[in-house]
C-alpha cells in the first residue's frame, strides 16, 4: 500500500464553521506533511509531524491546528477560516522528507 | 523570494520527441534536487531526484541533469508519450532529511 488517502476531497466552509481535514497512510513512514497550494503556485508547506510530533510549523495562523492522534493519521483541524485561505491542502508522509508521497489533496473553498 | 525558478510556465511537444525541462535555483547550499509530476485532481507523484554530488541521474524515459556551477537542472523525457502531460515541478532541499522547496511548475503538453 503506497497510498496517502485524504478526506474529503472537496469542502466548503463557513467563515465561522469549524471543520477538520483528514489524512492517512500505512507505509510505516515516520513523517506526516500539511502542504497549501494555491492556483498556479508551488506547494508550500505548512506542519512536519516527525515520530508522531509536531517538527515544523512554517508560521502558520492559529486558525489552522495540526494534531497527529497516531502515526498513520494526520488531522487538520479548521476554525474562522477567511476566503484567501481557499486552496487545495495536500498531505503527504516520508521515510526521508525527500521522497514524499502525497495525497490526491482536499479543495477547500471558504465563502 | 523564489529559491527555485520554473521560468517556462508551459512547454508543448510533440509525441515521440525530447521534452526539455528547465529548473535554476539561487541557493547553494541545495544539496538534493527532485522532480515532481501532478496530474489534474491529484497530489503531486515523486518522479527522479539527484544530488549534488552528481550531475547525471536516470531512470526509463527520465533522465535528470544537474550543473551546479550555473544552479541548473533540467529534466529530459524521451520518447514523450501523451501520458506525460502534466504538471512538472522541480523542487530542492538542503539535504535527504529537511524540506522540501518546490518551484512554481511547467504544464507540458504532449502533442499527438
Known amino acids: 500500500d503506497t497510498e496517502v488517502t485524504q478526506t474529503p476531497k472537496h469542502l466548503v466552509m463557513g467563515m465561522t464553521n469549524k471543520k477538520s481535514l483528514k489524512c492517512e497512510q500505512h507505509m510505516g513512514h515516520r513523517a506526516m506533511y500539511w502542504y497549501k497550494q494555491k492556483a498556479k503556485k508551488p506547494p508550500e508547506l505548512m506542519f512536519v509531524y516527525s515520530y508522531e510530533k509536531l517538527s515544523i510549523n512554517e508560521s502558520v495562523p492559529s486558525r489552522f491546528s495540526p494534531e497527529c492522534p497516531n502515526s498513520s493519521l494526520l488531522n487538520l483541524h479548521l476554525h474562522a477560516l477567511q476566503p484567501e485561505d481557499s486552496a487545495l491542502y495536500l498531505c503527504a508522509s516520508s521515510q526521508v522528507a525527500t521522497e514524499a508521497f502525497f495525497g490526491q489533496g482536499t479543495r477547500l473553498t471558504v465563502v | 523570494d523564489q529559491q527555485v525558478k520554473q521560468n517556462s510556465p508551459s512547454l508543448s511537444v510533440q509525441e515521440g520527441r525530447i521534452s526539455i525541462l528547465n529548473c535554476d535555483y539561487t541557493?547553494?547550499?541545495?544539496?538534493?534536487f527532485l522532480w515532481y509530476k501532478k496530474y489534474p485532481a491529484e497530489g503531486p507523484t515523486f518522479l527522479i531526484s539527484?544530488?549534488?554530488?552528481?550531475d547525471k541521474n536516470e531512470d526509463g524515459r527520465f533522465t535528470v541533469f544537474l550543473n551546479k556551477s550555473a544552479k541548473h537542472l533540467s529534466l529530459h523525457i524521451v520518447p514523450s508519450q501523451p501520458g506525460d502531460s502534466a504538471v512538472y515541478f522541480c523542487a530542492a532541499s538542503m539535504n535527504r532529511d529537511d524540506k522540501i522547496i518546490f518551484g512554481k511548475g511547467t504544464r507540458l503538453h504532449i502533442l499527438p
Open positions: 541557493n547553494s547550499m541545495f544539496d538534493y
Open positions: 539527484i544530488s549534488s554530488i552528481k
